[in-house]
């Protein structure tokens, strides 16, 4: 088994995803569903959010899971063609940090979880913040079949630096000097005096990976 500990990463890569879940989030969307694109495998995903009346932010948690069978492996191209259950198939590219690579056979079976969870909050005036990122990773042992997980937990804070009270909206500034405009849930009051806050993201991932013979 191997075990790295990987280094902690500039969390401000993280900003493209926080932003399309603040805007997730911040609307409270709940949708439990199975969703596929053309030519993509189907995966079962939920999200589920939570929230309290009146405060802003919340909690968001989105999981999703892929089962599928090795019908192709090209080891000299490393590459391998998954089938779900539903009989659509995909080639995807296996990168030389798969080890056991060449321990994958056809009728092998696929499984893939992933799992995240976000949590975002209006920081207290005055109160520390720690931004950052860092990840956990474990592969199996070389020589068995494949299987890995990964933990990863991240950090950033955007300051509020406008209001808009007509359209009820806020601009948030991130530490990279980006700016996003997002929606505020309608039960959140906004104020003039609530530039300057600071609104936390935190995002934490796991997935797993197993590839078991029939």
């Known amino acids: 088994m191997r075990i ?3 280094k902690p990463v500039n969390q401000y890569g993280l900003q493209a995803v926080v932003c399309a879940l603040l805007l ?18 189907t995966m079962n995903v939920s ?61 092998d079976h696929v499984e893939i979880s992933y799992k995240q969870e976000t949590v975002i ?3 207290p005036i005055d109160a520390p913040t720690a931004d950052g990122a860092a990840a ?6 070389e020589g068995s079949k494949p299987a890995s997980s990964m933990t990863a937990v991240a950090e950033v804070t955007a300051v509020v630096t406008a209001v808009d009270l007509e359209k009820h909206t806020v601009t948030l500034q991130f530490p990279d000097g980006e700016v996003q405009t997002v929606p505020v849930r309608k039960d959140v009051e906004l104020r003039e005096d609530q530039v300057g806050r600071e609104v936390v993201i935190q995002v934490s991932t796991a997935m797993a990976i197993s590839v078991t013979k029939l």
Request: proline fraction near 3%; charge should be negative; glycine fraction near 8%.
């Open 136 to 141: 956990v990773a474990i592969d199996a042992p």
């Open 4 to 6: 790295t500990l990987m």
């Open 24 to 41: 997730g989030l911040l609307t409270a969307c709940d949708a439990k569903q199975e969703e596929k694109e053309d030519g993509s495998l």
């Open 121 to 123: 909050y209006l920081n």
């Open 47 to 107: 999200e589920t959010s939570v929230r309290v009346e009146g405060v802003p932010g919340g909690s968001t948690t989105m999981t999703a899971k892929l089962s599928a069978t090795v019908t192709a492996i090209d080891y000299e191209q490393r590459t391998v063609t998954l089938e779900d259950r539903e009989g659509h198939q995909k080639t995807v590219s296996i990168g030389p940090e798969a080890v056991n690579f060449e321990q994958v056979e056809v009728g």
